[in-house]
């Protein structure tokens, strides 16, 4: 039976107190952290201490639901490069947090797994529950009380099962200004800006928003340029003429991927599904003004 579980770090300050956890039900559920982490540290040790904490049933899949893009991208894409080039980024220099990746990779070993990115703070029970218990850690070592670390997985289905130790405080690396395509964004708040793009992303496909004039020029780029599904070249102002005469469309999102490309840019990939089919689609969104508006977009009909 696969073992559904959402793992989810937090960080007052970033870095801060730092709290972490994983969540399946309440009977399930293992939370901890230290004086002074990060999120993306919350984030990975959740992860870690998930699977160390069902090592002892190894044949039950686990499906681990996280709102870290860079967690994912750690665990499914970066890390055989990583190990590749002796644990370093294209550019030769160090990767962040490698302490707890080095320990992820070794618990990865002959295990069943899969990860689903859902979108924090939007209502999903599990992360919403995992995101809590963090935060509770987190905030405890603000004040000096003693942090709630819950029933762990063992409790409930495996009681012979040994305890682990608290992990120890990990080291704050000092975050890189720019990460290649390959590596991990640097431990900023990037995950909060992947989370935000993609809202924003949403928020465009949303009939109310599309319909509203003010709000289409406030999230598309004076630049924008889109080329639609069609063949067609958009400008700004024609697309958004365009979008606001148009009849209302019901359109399902479904995320293939979001990243940092740059400091300033965050590309978003994703299938739109409405009545007459399936587009996969591409968005280029660049900070403006402090704030991220969508520069480039292209979409593609699904065969």
Known sequence: ?????????SALGNPGPAGWAWYIDEERWHA??????????GELMAVLDLFRSTAHVPDEPLHVLCDSQYVINCVTKWIPGWKRRGWKKA???????????RQIDAELVGRKYTFEWVRGHAGHELNEAADGRARAVALAYQSGAEPAQGPGFAAAR?????????????SIDQPELFAGPDDEP?????DRDVTAVVELEQELLNPA??????????????EYREIGSSGRIW???????????????????ELIDAAPISEDAIQVLYRAVGATGATL???????????????????????
């Open 1 to 9: 039976m696969t073992i559904t579980a959402a793992a989810d770090g």
């Open 32 to 41: 901890g952290g230290w004086p002074h982490g990060t999120n993306n540290q």
């Open 91 to 101: 550019d030769g220099k160090p990767v962040l947090n490698v302490d707890l990746l």
């Open 158 to 170: 495996h009681p012979e099962a040994p305890a682990r130790a608290a992990a120890p405080a990990p």
């Open 186 to 190: 640097a431990d900023r708040g990037d």
């Open 209 to 222: 928003v599309r319909a509203d004039y003010g709000q289409l020029a406030y999230l598309l780029h004076p």
């Open 235 to 253: 400008g700004r102002e024609e697309l958004i003429e365009e979008l606001v005469d148009a009849p209302d469309l019901q359109v399902r999102f």
């Open 281 to 303: 689609r591409s968005s280029l969104w660049q900070r403006s003004d402090d704030r991220w508006r969508l520069r480039f977009h292209q979409g593609t009909p699904e065969s």
